[in-house]
Structure formats: C-alpha cells, structure tokens
C-alpha cells in the first residue's frame, strides 16, 4: 500500500470502518476521527446528500452541487489527522464470522469494529413492477430522473395534436402523503401554475392535475391530526386533489388504479396519468440481510436490524447498526419506544454508536440509546408548512402556514453542509420566490425519459 | 389543435421552422418574432448552452443550470407575441421536395421557410469505436459525463492495492491542442494539484500525470503563433506535458497510442491512462446528408452544407443554413473567405440568415454574408489566457497572460444569456478562486463510469 503521509496510523490501532456516509454515517466519523482509532469510511457515491431538500433538486428550484457536497471536501479536516481513509466502493456483504467486507470492486475490508449506516431504499410493496414506471426519490440519480420526467411530460403535451392526449401528459399521480410526496405534489402545483404558464402556445400548462394518493386517512401521519387537517386545507388551496383512504391497486405507462376505500362500491378507480411519482414504502438496505445471514441478525417486516439498547446487533457488540437501517427502540424514563426513520434520530443514533465504541476500547459499559424529539417540520408549496415542536418545561407547541414555513426555511437552511451552499441555497430560494423562475429547469440528453417507453 | 391564446395567427402567414437553438437559431428567432411570421422552433434538448463555457461543468467549477436556460424562459418575452411555438423534439429528416421535416414522434412538420442551424458532433476521424473511451464535450451528458470520469479516475486510483495500477488511474490524456483540449488540460493539472491534495491517503493527487496531444506543430493552431508558443509555455509551467506533431494511433480502457512525427524512428509510442479525453474533431449535423439526399446540397469533407452567399442552399432560397453546419464564406472587400466555426459567427449567420427573410417576404433582394472577426480568445487553467483582438481603425491586437485571463472572464460572462447566470457563474468563479474548491465535485449514481469498463 502507497501511504504516502508521514502520519500513517500504527498497525496496532483498532480497525473501525463505517458503511454508509449520510447523516448517522458522517456524524460518527467526525467523533470516531480525534480518537486512537483507524477508520475506513465506504460510501457508494462520492457525496452527502442533504436528503430533506432532494425535491426541490426534482422540482428544478435548486442545483444538485447545492444541496450536496464531496464526502472528501466535507470531511477535509478530518482527513488532516491521519487516521481517516475514505473509499468510494459498494459493499456487497458483510462476514460478520471472518470479520471482513466485501467490496464491489472485488477486495476484501477487515475490520475490529463495524458501523453500519447504509440506510433505506424505496419499497414498492411486493410490485417491483412499478419502479420504472413509479420512480421514487432518495438519490441524486432519482432526483434528475424525476426532474426529466416533470419537464419532459409538459414537452410532450405540447407536441400532442390531441387534446386528450395531451391531458394525459399534463395529470400528475404522487403516491404517498408523507412529507416527500406532500412536497413534490405542492411544487408540481406550483411549475404548473406559476413557472410555465405563457411558454407554451399548444396548451395551457395551468390545466395540469396534481392528485396526491394516501393509503391511510390522512397526509403526514406522523404529525397531530389537526396538522394533517391544516396540510390538507393548505394543499387543496395549492390546487392539489388530495384523496385519502385510497390504496393503489395498478400502476402503468397511462395511469394508476386505486381502491377508495369510501366507496368501496365503486370498485377500482382509474386516473390516466403519464408521470406517477412513488413516495410511499420504504425498505431498509438489502446489507441486512448479509446481518441476518452471517451474525443471526433479527430483520423486521421492513428489513431493519433489530439492535440492542445501545445500538449493537444481539450476540455482536463490535457491530453496531444505525440509522434508516436500525429497528431501534428509545429508552428513556418510559416504556422504550420506537424510534423514527427521521434525519435527527440518525444523527443522535451516529453520535451515541460513535460514543459506545469509544467507551468499549476504555473498557467501560455502552449506554443506552435515547432519542431527543425537538419536533418535526413539512413544507407545503412555496409559502407553507406545517410544524410540530417539543419545547422543554412548555410541552408540544404545532402552528401551520406561512410563519411555519419561514421557519421551516431557516431550520433547513441551517442544518445544510458548508456554508457555500448554505449562500446558494438561499439566494436560489429568493430567487425563485420573487420571480417563479426555478433557474435548475435543464435536462441533461443522458437523463431524458427513457426511449422505450410508449408513446 | 388546442390553441388557447386568442392571438392564434392567421393561416396565411408564412411558416418559418428552426432546427436548433444554438447561439446561430437563438438570435435568429429572436429577430423573427417581431415579424408577420408563424415561427416553430424545434430542439433536441429544453435548452440553449452557452457552450464555451461547458469545460467548467465538465470540470466540477459550475453547476449545469449555472450555463445553459430553457428555451422557453429565455424565449418567454418572443413567446407573448403570439407566433413563436417552440417544441422538443429530434428532426430525423429533412424532405425539402415536400417542405416538411419529420420528427422522432412520427409527425410530420411542414414549412414554407427553413432555417437549419443543426450544429456539429464530434469526429473520431473514421474511429467511432474511440468514441466510448474518449468521450467529447458538446452536451451537458457529455460534461456529466467527464466529470464522473475525472472524479472517478482518483476514486478509482485511491482504491488501488498496487502503486502501478494507482498511477494509471492517475494519468489523463487529452486528445487535442485547440480551445477544448487546452482548456480541459488545465482544469485537470489544477483539480490534481489545488483541489484535491490532503483528500486522500493511498494516493498522492499532485502525481497526476496530464498529457495534452496534439496532432499538428502548435497548440491553438487558430491563433497567431506567438500566442500559440505562450499558450504551450503556460501550459507547461501549470504542468502539463504539451506533444505537438504527435497523431493518435490508437485508443483502448488503458491507453493511447501514438506517432511521434519528430521521432519517426521510435515507431509507436504509448501512454498508459485510464482516462482520455476527446476535444480533436467537428463532423457537422447528420441533417446535412438529409439536405443533400433531397435539396441536392453538396457536402464538404466535415459534412458541412455548401451555402450561397446569402446562406441558402443552391436551388433553394426557402433553405437557409447557418452555424457550424454551413461551410460558408465572409464575402468582404477582399476575396471570399471560409468562415470559422464559432460562436460569434453563428450568432452573425442567425441575424443575416433572418433578415434575408424577411427581406425575401418584402420582395427584395438577399445580402451577402460577411463575418466581421472581432478577435478570439482561449483560457489556459485559473489565471491566464490568451486574446487576439481585431480592433478597427489599429489592426490585430495580441497579448497572453493574467489580463489576457481577466479579459476572457469578464467577456464570457457578459454574453452568458440572462443576468442571474451572470451573478451565479462570477460569484463560483471567485469562491473558486480564492478557495481552490470546486463545488460542483459531485458524481449523480447514473453518470457513473459504465459498470462493464473492465477494472
């Protein structure tokens, strides 16, 4: 091996990789880096992805650069120290028995301590069928993919000499009434009726139909029912049809059916659409499934790792799983309780498995994982939101509309990587606020819908 | 046909149709859409690319919205007039016996007047099969796509077991002594030794070897050659390996092969590199050979169409051809000369192409076409150029160096299309500047390396 800095780590430190560098992954290196540790960070891209502003890449209204950043550039300083190494690869499976990972590139990793943070991918409920015709957003790929799809179904209802047809271009079907799918139906909303009107002579962009499906009785279930409530006012308001208590039941190249489960004597429902987007399932990462197989890892119904109290997997205390990937419990004065798949529980989750590692190698007992719920935030179009807050000694204080969203903007801004896109973000976001424009309105020829699918 | 706006033309209006929105189609509609025309605009892509600018998405400097626009927003104040339709769509022929085009949706497009500013691909000289390996910068997929390669190469070369294999990686050659090539070369040595040293362990970056190959006795052969020679000296002093008079022989996944004409006695000369870059040929438009096969053009060797004066087609005043599709001549006071393919010429061509028109429409007659030469300008890396302007009344004015570079900043960014992405493109420029930093370093899962390059 080439090392070439004079700062090399001595063979005798303890080896810890991590898998995964999102928000679990990156916080526990920056702990893990100022310890007498040698770490291996493998992630398979080469950046982190602030995935709470993904959409608004989708929706054309920000950059990618801006709401993501190199993992080298990110952890710079880090680097500086000597003992991190940072490896863009694929792990293709963990041997928790030999200890090793297996890298896509063929090589073998061997570690002393494990962190896995690969996190979650789309779940489409056994009808893997839809994904090509449903695509969901979790990746930057994902993202131009969905962003190519928006724009191009407006380019092709131009070219319709058909009225109906052309229709079909212009109905856009979201699945899913989670905070990813509340937010790209209100920003669909808005390019129709705000970004595009006046581009087009064929059509009138305005006639588009945004409908949102949801499976359960109402959209963000995991916010107080009054917020669904508010969100469902402030959506409809947009001009999105909002229709709860409806299960898809088909999805294809023209439209989705769904089941209402209001009238179920109406039988299955059509909408005909050219652009469905999926933000409904998620399932954890099949890295699993390696858990299961070679550590006798427990995996619930959506794949993730069933982990002690302090985040190790049961029998294995040098493998720790955090993130979208763990089924974690919060253990705090009461019954433990599960912990969501949300940004800031991954972030304590990276922290406290940082921590608990380090303890180990002093010799001390792990702790405990506790999750800190300060709140949860949804945005709704381009002047709403809905959020929810746990205020110490005040309790649970939630408020909808457009201070919620103001809020909502500076939070996000707030917790994005570096300063510079911090800058960018906001500047992008004023930009488009006065004028309507979403300047990242561009499709590359790679990213283009894909041929084979029917006219 | 589901016309919505009441100011629908009349029938009887002539029918203009453009093929292409380059800086040629752009400023063509532009002057046409005041004028008692029905105008259709046809284009590949959504969007106009400020294409000198293209090496610095290619690069990782600016993000692709940064340097190109839709189409429609850009055309949006022509659009209100109420006789401009722009459509996405490919042209697959050209009928100029039916006068109508056909496109890659089956329709058929009919006109009455023809502007083809198709443009040009790449030439790989009669080696297609070099095109996978070594690919060219014309598109945004092209500049993701080179990109992912370059940030690829030391992500690859960092993964490397062997010291050998590692320095392959890290070796690039750039096929190709004009503006592109000189331009790609520089960006590279400055991603290698500012950018990314103290970013990773197993390799150091500064030990990318950068070889820029060039077929004939100078670099930027379209300049004066003083210039060239201080292009080639700065070059060198940034680090690259500048080789003149040396043709390509072969391209494979792990080198370039190569005929040194100063040294014909060492045969066939090799560079082991993983990654190549293609900035040699231009082949025009593919739509030339449409215009032979049914307007009877004739075609020179790059495929360019043989126009009039006036820009039309022999025998067919209804077509025009401008841009680097046409091989036309500046007719001045002196003899007629061969026009160069470049952005201020098209931009000429677009305006006389139009007028001529319109002014065939009024019952006059055509003008002759003549290219006023205000200068060219080429940048060599973060801090220098070369420029050599026509100025009137004092002649040809040449000067290399640090104001040559400043010069060239301040003159691209005032001719990039729209003030925001004046504002965004200076303000990454002088955050790189001063940083070093190259914001846009990251890689979307789909523009990754094709998965069957061999390891």
New interface residues.
Partial sequence: ?????SASPAPTRPRVVLIGCGFGGLEAVRLLSSAPVDITLVD????HLFQPLLYQVATANV????V???I??IL?RE??R?N??????EVTRIDATRRELL?D???ALPYDHLIVAAGATHSYFGHDEWQPVAPGLK???D???IRARI??AF?RA??C?D?AQ?QQWLNFVVIGGGPTGVELAGALVEIARHT?P???????SRRARVVLVEGSDRVLGAFHPRLSESARRQLEKLGVEVRTGCRVTGIDHHGVTYHDAAHPEQGDQRIEARTVLWGAGVAASPLGRSLAETAGATLDRAGRVVVEADLTVPGHPEISVIGDLAAAKSHGKSDPKPVPGVSPAAKQMGRLAARNLLRRLRGEPAVAFRYLDYGSLATIGRKSAVVQLEVPAIGEVKWGGYFAWLFWLFAHVYFLIGF??RL?VL?DWA?SYWTF?R?????????QEPKDAP?
């Fill in positions: 091996m080439n090392n070439h800095t398979r891209t080469n950046h950059s990618a650069p801006a993501s950043g190199p080298r550039h710079r680097m500086r000597g991190l190494t940072v490896l863009q690869a890298l590139q063929g090589q990746t930057l790929a993202a131009f993919n724009i191009g380019e131009e070219l000499a009225t052309a595009l006046d581009e087009f002579r064929r059509i009138d510079r896109n960018i500047f930009w424009e300047h990242a309105r561009v499709v590359a020829e790679s990213a006219a």
